[in-house]
């Protein structure tokens, strides 16, 4: 008779704890999420890059500006403060180095960076952590590592209007539009940067809509 209190203690934690198992189990079966479609593309109205030198020795003819993009995250509203993507619990796009090449894009090449699930929710932001430099080479054959403005650590921060993710049937489709011309440009010294100009347009659609 003295075991029938542990009997029951016994079923009593192994029932609750099969509870918390089931509520564990619908929590997770009930996080939803949709589909993030992201591309790049130039914006620029030129055909031709000319670097803003004043010398007319200086090499002023690019052939390609290759940037690095290291790690790509869309931003919840709630998050569009500074802060490492690992920490605040940002959905990271890509995390593994790839390049992109400026030029091509003004050439009319869209590039696809990322095609995949996030959580529902309302974001406001795409955020690109690139290389400190990009190698830019010339039409006479020589070849420059060139700053890149505001690319590292917290990386470059594109706005727009929010959009919203209810369902695994909606799918947000995101273009950044990379004025390639406004962002390749040389300073009074002759010396090129590249500061990037960046927005982005958005359209979200709903499956059978």
Do not use: H
């Not at 192994?14 to 079966?29: I, K, P, Y």
């Not at 959580?119 to 830019?136: D, F, H, K, M």
């Not at 489709?173 to 406004?182: G, K, M, P, S, Y």
């Amino acid at each position: 008779m003295r075991r029938l209190p542990f009997l029951l203690l016994s079923a009593a934690v192994a029932l609750g704890l099969f509870a918390v198992g089931c509520d564990s189990t619908d929590s997770m079966r009930t996080t939803e999420s949709g589909t993030l479609a992201l591309s790049m593309s130039d914006a620029s109205t030129s055909e031709s890059l000319r670097t803003l030198a004043p010398s007319p020795s200086a090499r002023d003819s690019i052939s390609a500006a290759t940037v690095t993009i290291t790690e790509l995250s869309v931003v919840p509203v709630e998050d569009t403060s500074d802060g490492d993507s690992t920490e605040t619990g940002i959905p990271v796009l890509r995390d593994k180095n790839f390049e992109v090449d400026l030029i091509d894009l003004q050439t009319g090449l869209d590039t696809t960076l990322a095609d995949t699930e996030i959580p529902t929710g309302e974001y406001s932001q795409i955020r690109l952590i690139t290389n400190e430099q990009a190698n830019v080479a010339f039409d006479d054959g020589s070849e420059d590592d060139v700053m890149i403005a505001s690319g590292q650590q917290s990386g470059l921060k594109v706005n727009f209007e929010p959009f919203t993710i209810e369902s695994a049937d909606d799918r947000a489709d995101v273009t950044l539009n990379w004025n390639v011309q406004e962002s390749l440009k040389g300073n009074p010294q002759g010396t090129l940067v590249i500061t990037p100009v960046i927005d982005a347009s958005v359209s979200v659609a709903t499956a059978g809509n």
